[in-house]
T-cell receptor
């Protein structure tokens, strides 16, 4: 089946540094990818929609200058958390729709801890 | 986005059927009904989706009410590996998925 590979699975970074998270569609082309964030014991919250070759669309309240999204190819989207702070510590998950009429597939998530 | 109402939690015994309900009374006529599940520290996993007719796949069955204001996900024989948070999500074709709180399913051995 369709797979979205997400890396890294875990990352610890110092406050003020930047972290890049990658999501690759392994056996299909993803013109659109979605980025979510999940805090402990909460549901997934959509952060942004990433479109290949164009600017991402951010949800209300999500700082686009802090969460940089790049979708330069049909198989790769990246999320960069810039100047990370402890409150950015969360579980970040990407997703893509495989094809019309089919479900969405999700990456395995990235646990970010900012110390 | 249509609002959904799901029980916060449900319990089942292993090898018994489980019926997970979802109310989505504000669903529009063209919204698909998606179900996903999430195990701890993992990304969500697609379970099933449908529009009007009941749907079956190797994982589960989806029963959709005639008025489409509710649906039920059916796991025919629960296993310990089915313990997860189950999300019911009405979705406009091609658009993003908006997650609600879901139902935490506990499966007892």
């Amino acid at each position: 089946g369709a797979v979205v590979s997400q890396h890294p699975s875990r990352v610890i970074c110092k406050s003020g540094t930047s972290v890049k998270i990658e999501c690759r569609s392994l056996d299909f082309q993803a013109t659109t990818m979605f980025w979510y964030r999940q805090f402990p014991k909460q549901s997934l919250m959509l952060m942004a929609t990433s479109n290949e070759g164009s600017k991402a669309t951010y949800e209300q309240g999500v700082e686009k200058d802090k969460f940089l999204i790049n979708h330069a190819s049909l198989t790769l989207s990246t999320l960069t958390v810039t100047s990370a702070h402890p409150e950015d510590s969360s579980f970040y998950i990407c997703s893509a729709r495989v094809a019309a009429g089919r479900g969405y597939t999700f990456g395995s998530g990235t646990r970010l801890t900012v110390v | 986005d249509a609002k959904t109402t799901q029980p916060n939690s449900m319990e089942s015994n292993e090898e018994e059927p489980v019926h997970l309900p979802c109310n989505h009374s504000t669903i529009s006529g063209t919204d698909y009904i998606h179900w996903y599940r999430q195990l701890p520290s993992q990304g969500p996993e697609y379970v099933i989706h449908g529009l009007t007719s009941n749907v079956n796949n190797r994982m589960a069955s989806l029963a959709i009410a005639e008025d489409r204001k509710s649906s039920t996900l059916i796991l025919h024989r629960a296993t310990l590996r089915d313990a997860a948070v189950y999300y019911c999500i009405p979705q406009t074709s091609g658009s993003r998925l908006t997650f609600g709180e879901g139902t935490q399913l506990t499966v007892n051995p």
